[in-house]
């Protein structure tokens, strides 16, 4: 086992320069970066951390400004897809830390999503899977989660957040 870290780049790198027979990577975020490797192979079983690999522009609410001249290189598509995964975990409670798993595609003018919650030993595990046309998709990641805590994720869900010490307050 060893240790991978850093940006994409110095991963992809490090995988090169070494004699390691592979390394996993999110495919999501080497697509959406137009990075994943010829040789790659694909785990279609495995879903990746929400939103992973998407590049993510802030401005300050007022900016009209830097609004607008990030509009530009906005790619709708990913933006919803981002949204969707976001909402998921964020529905979930979700942070950096938690096992949880989401993928929002669009091909043919309907969202596919995918979701997983797993509890942190990986031995239970929920998982969604859900479609619906883009233009009523907006709130699929908050329904998707919902539906999942209804149906043996909330235990999940509880079992780690006891296991996870609270942040303090400042």
């Known amino acids: ?40 192979i694909l785990l279609d079983w495995m879903l990746p951390a929400p939103a992973q690999g998407a590049i993510l522009v802030a401005c300050r609410e ?4 830097t609004y607008t001249a990030c509009q530009s290189f906005n790619d709708p598509e990913t933006a919803l897809c981002t949204k969707i995964e976001r909402d998921f975990l964020r ?40 479609i619906l046309p883009v233009e009523k998709a907006g709130s699929i990641g908050k329904t998707a989660a919902g539906e999942l805590l209804e149906n043996g994720g909330k235990e999940i869900a509880d079992s780690i957040r006891a296991m996870i010490p609270p942040v303090p307050a400042e």
């Open 62 to 65: 007022e900016d009209e400004t």
């Open 91 to 130: 529905t979930l409670l979700g942070g950096c830390s938690t096992p949880i798993s989401a993928l929002a595609e669009i091909e043919d003018g309907d969202v596919y999503f995918s979701g997983q919650l797993l509890s942190l030993d990986g031995r239970q595990k929920v998982e969604i899977e859900k």
């Open 1 to 40: 086992m060893h240790n991978l870290r850093g940006n994409v780049n110095t991963r992809l790198r490090k995988l090169a320069e070494e004699n390691w027979n592979g390394a996993i990577f999110a495919q999501a975020g080497l697509e959406r970066i137009h990075l994943r490797p010829g040789n790659s």
